[in-house]
């Protein structure tokens, strides 16, 4: 017998996730045919987590540095975050370093305080708004 359609969809994510840390932006999900009520059966059959308003992990369980990374990146938004700093290099491969804040840059004109664990930096040269 055939997996059902939840199943399946579940697999794809769960497969695209991997190179995210088991973690998918809503945008990633869309584009798995993966829509907003589909995400809410699956948090709420106990199967995924959400950790803020972007960002899905298709997993119960913590979320290692590589997932809280894109998580930075999605939740302050994919196209102005950038990994800065220790994390970035971190993200590059650095070993024998920990550091509890993900570190990113945005431009000076935008505002995205208050998103846990992430602290962000503006770039040299933006303007304050």
């Keep these: 017998m055939a997996a059902s359609k939840p199943a399946r969809r579940r697999q794809a994510a769960a497969q695209r996730a991997e190179r995210y840390g088991g973690v998918l932006s809503r945008t990633l999900l869309r584009d798995l045919g993966i829509d907003r009520h589909a995400i809410t ?3 709420d059959g106990d ?4 950790h803020g308003s972007q960002t899905a992990a298709v997993h119960t369980l913590g979320l290692d540095a590589p997932a809280l990374w894109w998580r ?3 939740e302050i938004g994919q196209r102005i975050a950038v990994l800065d700093g ?7 491969g650095v070993t024998g370093y920990e550091e ?3 570190h990113v840059s945005i431009p000076r004109a935008i505002n995205r305080s208050g998103i846990r664990g992430c602290a962000s930096t503006a770039w040299p040269g933006s303007t304050v708004r």
């Design 47 to 50: 199967r995924w987590r959400c």
């Design 86 to 92: 220790v994390s970035a290099l971190l993200a590059a």
């Design 41 to 43: 059966r699956e948090v």
């Design 100 to 102: 509890a804040v993900v």
């Design 72 to 74: 930075a990146v999605w």
